[in-house]
């Protein structure tokens, strides 16, 4: 990930925003440490809405078509070795 200090930043502000749509995420530094990520708003959408509903994803799992057997014991008692 490019990493840009904080004035070079600034003063590059629109090739900062061209880039992270085009190059992905970029890394702004304040004081040589890590302190912010600028990406661009397809991948802020991507990152914080998902792509599809719950059913939707159950539906498309590897596991459809697989028989599983899912009946369960109806017994009250059980027996216990002790």
Not at 29 to 37: D, K, L, Q
Not at 50 to 57: A, G, K
Request: glycine residues 4%; aromatic residues 8%.
């Amino acid at each position: 990930m490019p990493t840009w200090q904080l004035q070079e930043a600034k003063a590059r502000f629109s090739e900062l925003v061209r880039r992270a749509a085009v190059d992905g995420p970029q890394e702004i530094t304040v004081h040589g440490e890590p302190s912010a990520v600028l990406v661009s708003r397809a991948e802020f959408d991507r990152m914080t809405h998902p792509v599809s509903s719950f059913v939707d994803f159950m539906r498309t799992s590897p596991f459809v078509g697989v028989d599983l057997d899912l009946e369960r014991d109806r017994s009250t008692d059980r027996q216990m070795v002790l």
